[in-house]
């Protein structure tokens, strides 16, 4: 299994740019969450879907921030327009829904906002 | 809401030697699944190891183990004949039956001295 798969692995951009970070989910989880890392506030919760739909987005931090799940196989997250306080390490995450206790993380999107 | 807590932002131990990281938690729940997680320098969060709050048994995962106090709300973590490859951030973290969210502490940075 290849597990969670994240793109891009680093991603420079100025600010006022858009970014969109993607998440390919482990095949057969219906659960998929977005999480961001940063020295000042830690780990946290932005928005996790079930069976792609958004089930609680109360992390996300403002409009400019908006997430998708399209498919079963497939998310972005997006943050239009970018800002230097944004630059942090964005994780996706996959779980199988009956066993929610059990999240795997991707590998991490550094965000860079000059 | 919960917390999590770990008020060692650092620890260091001599390589096979045994360090023990803290982690206290505050819920008003009573079912609830307790997790350390690793983070190398790589990034990547990796489960080392998780514990049922309905169990009174502690995890062990080969040289992790946990002491669980639940009335004391506190889920320490052990690293016995500790290795360089066990040089991470460690993160404790917590997520309520039923719910998805997992809450972190702000981790403990351990370092291994050969």
């Known amino acids: 299994d290849a597990g969670v798969i994240q793109s891009p692995r680093h991603e420079v951009t100025e600010m006022g740019q858009e970014v969109t970070l993607r998440c390919k989910p482990i095949?057969?989880?219906?659960?998929l969450f977005w999480y961001r890392q940063t020295m000042m506030r830690g780990l946290e919760l932005l928005i996790y879907?079930?069976?792609?739909?958004?089930?609680?987005d109360s992390g996300m931090p403002e409009d400019r921030f908006s997430a998708k799940m399209p498919n079963a196989s497939f998310s972005t997250l997006k943050i239009q327009p970018s800002e230097p306080r944004d630059s942090a390490v964005y994780f996706c995450?996959?779980?199988?829904?009956?066993?929610?206790?059990?999240?795997?993380f991707g590998p991490g999107t550094r965000l860079t906002v000059l | 809401a919960q917390t999590v807590t770990q008020s060692q932002p650092e620890m260091s131990v001599q390589e096979a030697e045994t360090v023990t990281l803290s982690c206290t938690y505050d819920?008003?729940?009573?079912?609830?699944?307790l997790f350390w997680y690793k983070q190398p320098p790589s990034r990547q969060m990796i489960l080392v190891i998780r514990?049922?709050?309905?169990?009174?048994q502690n995890a062990t995962e080969n040289r992790f183990s946990v002491n669980f106090q639940k009335a004391a709300k506190s889920f320490s973590l052990k690293i016995s004949d500790s290795q360089l490859g066990d040089a991470a951030m460690y993160f404790c973290?917590?997520?309520?039956?039923?719910?998805?969210?997992?809450?972190f502490g702000q981790g403990t940075r351990l370092t291994i001295n050969p």
């Open positions: 879907f079930n069976n792609n739909v958004p089930i609680d």
């Open positions: 819920t008003s729940e009573s079912d609830y699944y």
């Open positions: 973290a917590i997520i309520i039956q039923g719910a998805q969210k997992l809450v």
């Open positions: 514990q049922e709050a309905y169990k009174q």
């Open positions: 995450a996959s779980s199988l829904g009956r066993r929610p206790n059990e999240q795997f």
């Open positions: 095949s057969g989880h219906n659960s």
